[in-house]
């Protein structure tokens, strides 16, 4: 589950193209950290949960369609 999200909260992730120096990679889990602020053009798509909870389907969102993935997360 991502850092700060609760058991009934729905998971979003930004995927992002970034260089790998400006990534800080775990040695275990799955969240990344980012020094420094994000730019929308570097975004290149969502995943937001299908309902809430960590083990639901993800849904894929073109960043062209953000207006509807932050409707998608309001609506629930």
């Known amino acids: 589950m991502a850092a700060g999200a609760a058991a009934g909260d729905r998971v979003a992730v930004a995927a992002l193209d970034l260089p790998d120096a400006e990534v800080d990679w775990p040695d275990t889990g799955h969240t990344v ?3 420094r602020a994000v730019l929308r053009r570097e975004i290149v798509a969502f995943h937001v949960g299908e309902e809430p909870g960590e083990d639901a389907d993800l849904l894929w969102f ?3 369609e953000a207006d509807l993935v932050a409707q998608h997360l309001t609506d629930s």
């Open 33 to 35: 950290e980012v020094h």
């Open 62 to 64: 073109d960043i062209t």
